[in-house]
């Protein structure tokens, strides 16, 4: 069964602190992973997004990081700001038999950046 | 330009009734899905168009759930019968093509609905 798991499921820090979230899959066949933001009460807004044959990009304060081996993908935020609370969403996809990526996400992790 | 947009922002209706949720895409993208994300969980398929047809609807959860898009642009999603484990955030996503591995999904800002 194509799943997307991601840990913690919410992270608690304070601003100007690093953290890493990490995403897990079992997807297959496999297209790409992308990142994801939600913020309360939004729609998910893309940070980045990998192919296979990448394994690190970044955007901003952002970096993902992609083992297609391992079928493992973490996102590293630096000096983290309040404004990066929210719920930070992998997404895989793989399924293009349809004629389009179809996408299968995870639950998130819910970061909360305290001042 | 604008981004995705969905109307009613909220929807609270009573078990039974009719509901319609209206998405209105970015100007020219001629894909467009639509996903249920329940409560502390992420976004799940319901259906996805391309142009005015609906090229996947396996993600629909049963046949009270309906949706259109009858020129290509602004969609409409319909549940009928509504059951309280129909409530939901319902997400809207479009984008300008599809097939492209890195195609980008643009999101609305969802309808939440609630079934009493």
């Known amino acids: 069964k194509n799943q997307v798991e991601q840990s913690p499921q919410s992270l608690i820090i304070l601003e100007g602190k690093n953290c890493t979230l990490q995403?897990?899959?079992?997807?297959?066949?496999?297209?790409?992973l992308r990142w994801y933001k939600q913020d309360t009460g939004r729609g998910p807004v893309s940070l980045t997004i990998m192919t296979f044959s990448e394994n690190t990009k970044s955007n901003g304060r952002y970096t993902a990081t992609l083992d297609a081996d391992t079928k493992q993908s973490s996102l590293h935020i630096t000096a983290s700001q309040l404004s990066d609370s929210a719920s930070y969403i992998c997404v895989v996809s793989g399924d293009s038999s349809g004629g389009y990526n179809k996408l299968i996400f995870g639950a998130g992790t819910r970061l909360a950046v305290h001042p | 330009g604008a981004g995705v947009s969905q109307t009613p922002s909220n929807k609270v209706t009573e078990k039974g009734k009719y509901v319609e949720l209206r998405c209105d895409p970015i100007?020219?993208?001629?894909?467009l899905y639509w996903y249920r994300q329940s409560l502390g969980q992420g976004p799940e398929f319901l259906i996805y168009?391309?142009?005015?047809?609906?090229?996947?609807d396996s993600g629909l959860p049963n046949d009270r759930f309906f949706a259109v898009r009858p020129e290509g642009s602004v969609s409409t999603l319909k549940i009928q019968r509504t059951e309280r484990g129909d409530s939901a955030v319902y997400l809207c996503a479009s984008s300008p093509r599809t097939g492209g591995p890195t195609d980008t999904q643009y999101f609305g800002p969802g309808t939440r609905l609630t079934v009493l």
């Open positions: 168009f391309q142009g005015t047809g609906a090229a996947d």
């Open positions: 100007s020219g993208h001629t894909a």
């Open positions: 995403c897990n899959y079992t997807v297959s066949p496999f297209s790409n």
